[in-house]
């Protein structure tokens, strides 16, 4: 999946210690925005070669805008950039429904020095057509494709379906994740479940892996697991993103804004 691929090598990372000190929880901010804000490393693979060339550490947020007024969708943005948050970074935002079955928009991109590189993807379900755009600094292009029956989800639409349905959802469970302008077949499974410390609390934490499915012409070349609090806030304390050369892992520092508890009861 060029997707990891670009994360990988655009913002690769070499390891360093896992998250030891409590996330702090902090609920103020809009009412309709929630953020949760990371460190990233890389583990395993060949992490030690792409810290050869690029930064070593480095911070994340992801940020989710829920619906307010007219709007009809929810916005997840994930940023990453090295430790001085100047030097490059890399983004990736969707665009989904309300209940997080559908994504409805996809967008990645990275720059890095004096590369860069963005694609965004808009999703006619009516029409069943996929409306893709790239851009480089050299040119940019347009081109669509068709669709397939099941509704597609990139990776951040599967992350916020399964912490809105983690408590009631039966798996394992077959679904497509739609990378880098295609479609694969993945399942949905549990993971193990893990404990975190937030406010000098142990939290468990429920544990879910997206892996490559059967029955697709091509095998995903990612995976993603995600372990989130096993109440109300569904935090997602650790998110690891997996590649051929190695696995990117966020691990939680701060939560900013906790929107989700009030769109969960809404």
């Not at 990453?80 to 559908?102: A, C, H, L, W």
Request: hydrophobic share 40%; with cysteine.
């Amino acid at each position: 999946m060029r997707v990891i691929r670009s994360l990988l090598g655009v913002l690769a990372i070499a390891a360093t210690p896992a998250m030891a000190a409590a996330a702090d929880l902090n609920c103020k901010g809009p009412g309709n925005v929630e953020e949760f804000h990371y460190s990233w490393r890389m583990r395993g693979g060949l992490a030690w070669v792409a810290g050869l060339v690029f930064p070593t550490s480095g911070v994340g947020e992801l940020k989710t805008t829920f619906p307010r007024g007219a709007d009809q969708s929810i916005n997840s943005e994930l940023l990453i950039q090295p430790n001085d948050r100047r030097s490059g970074f890399y983004v990736y935002e969707s665009e989904m429904d309300p209940t997080g079955q559908k994504t409805l928009m996809t967008y990645h991109g990275y720059a890095w020095k004096n590369k860069s590189r963005k694609e965004r993807t808009i999703f006619d379900y009516i029409k069943r057509i996929a409306h893709i755009h790239k851009e480089t600094p050299e040119k940019q292009w347009d081109r669509t494709e068709d669709l397939p029956a099941d509704a597609l989800r990139d990776v951040l639409t599967a992350i916020f379906f399964l912490r809105q349905n983690a408590t009631t959802i039966q798996l394992p469970i077959s679904t497509r994740i739609y990378a880098d302008s295609r479609s694969y077949p993945v399942i949905i499974r549990s993971a193990d479940r893990r404990t975190f410390n937030i406010e000098g609390q142990q939290v468990n934490a429920l544990g879910f892996e997206i892996v490559d499915g059967p029955g697709g012409s091509r095998k995903w070349p990612g995976g993603v697991k995600v372990w989130v609090s096993d109440d109300q806030r569904r935090i997602p304390f650790r998110i690891d993103i997996d590649q051929s050369m190695g696995s990117i892992q966020l691990d939680l520092k701060s939560v900013e804004a906790c929107a989700f508890m009030q769109a969960s009861t809404d």
